[in-house]
């Protein structure tokens, strides 16, 4: 495919999440520019509305060959609120053959050529399958027996690779046609397991969604995780962001009336995990089980959204953690790439 039928395939649309980064995210910014393939617009959505971020934002913007515009919500709105307002801003002036790419402010591109591999990949993907509702770099497979997700094997890893979901930080691209059909991110999760529900919900609606076979295993090497299998902890993780995960599980299954898979993550979260821990750290076992019990009354009666009870302990993590480190739930299940 010639490099005039990959443009003429559609033009790119970025939308960039910040939240209190603004060193990180000059960086990533820069790195985006960089690309030997530049985007044709990238919405940069601030969920903090704050100055310092949106003078960032215009200093790199004069230094790019391409659009960047500063977008603020009136409300810190999460993940998923965020990437679903720039969604729909996108969705205002884009057409059906255009491609929207959400991106993280502290997960920049690896590599200087991706963006203009993956639209490579997204366009000839297309040509032979109209039923392309998404592409990326990594993904994974969700197991409908199980309710687990699985990693893809190194072996598997050439050409396009069938997966349920993309994973966001890497360089994942919806088509508009595909967002204008299902809708855009689902707000009501805020954080945490935003890709794996609109994976799912592209695939039910009869999308396709395809990673990229040789530039995922050239991250694996890069990264250092080739043959690494996934871990599972057997004991309770206590973390605010745990919350998030279990809930928005939980209510995932239920949107999709597996009532089986969110009884079995419950039996799991409330009994067997609190159970094990115990024994080691029994604290950490009550906070656990008090986390998965507020998470499972939360799922099953549809409070969904910020949990504000939750902030405190938010801070308290970000402050020892340090300012610019924040645990992303939605990266838990595909940084094991």
């Known amino acids: 495919m010639s490099t005039e039928e990959v443009v003429s395939s559609g033009r790119l649309y970025g939308v960039l999440l910040t939240y209190r980064r603004q060193a990180m995210l000059a960086d990533t910014l820069r790195r985006i520019v960089r690309q030997s393939r530049s985007l044709d617009k990238l919405l940069v959505v601030d969920c903090e509305a704050s100055v310092a971020t949106e003078k960032v934002v215009q200093e790199v913007a004069r230094e790019a060959h391409f659009p960047i515009v500063y977008r603020a919500t009136a409300e810190n709105r999460g993940s998923a609120g965020g990437w679903a307002f720039g969604m729909r801003c996108v969705l205002e002036e884009a057409n059906d053959s255009d491609w929207i790419m959400p991106l993280d402010d502290d997960d920049p591109p690896v590599f200087d050529h991706e963006f203009e591999e993956m639209e490579r990949f997204a366009a000839e993907a297309r040509s032979r399958d109209q039923s392309i509702g998404g592409v990326g770099v990594v993904g994974a497979r969700f197991n409908w027996w199980t309710g687990l997700i699985n990693r893809v094997p190194d072996e598997d890893l050439a050409g396009a690779v069938e997966v349920d979901f993309v994973g966001n930080g890497h360089v994942p691209l919806y088509s508009v046609a595909a967002v204008r059909s299902v809708g855009v991110f689902d707000e009501a999760l805020f954080f945490g ?21 040789a530039l995922w295993f050239e991250r694996r090497n ?13 004991t309770c993780r206590v973390s605010w962001s745990r919350y998030y995960v279990t809930r ?4 995932i299954m239920l949107r999709f009336r597996r009532l089986d898979l969110a009884c079995k993550q419950v039996l799991l979260q409330c009994g067997i995990k609190p159970f094990l821990t115990l024994f080691v750290r029994p604290l950490d076992a009550y906070r ?7 998470a499972t009354w939360d799922a099953a009666r549809g409070q969904m959204g910020c949990n504000t009870r939750l902030k405190n302990w938010q801070a308290q993590e970000s402050l020892r953690r340090g300012a610019n480190h924040e645990e992303t739930a939605d990266t838990l299940f595909t940084k094991p790439a």
Not at 193 to 213: C, D, M, N, W
Not at 222 to 234: A, P, V
Not at 248 to 251: E, G, K, P, S
Request: proline content about 0%; glycine content about 12%.
């Open 193 to 213: 397991y935003t890709e794996v529900e609109y994976g799912l919900r592209l695939k039910h609606a009869g999308y396709q969604i395809l990673a990229h076979g």
């Open 222 to 234: 890069q990264m250092g995780r080739r043959q690494r299998r996934m871990t599972r902890s057997r």
């Open 248 to 251: 928005n599980y939980l209510y």
């Open 288 to 294: 656990g089980f008090k986390v998965a019990v507020q």
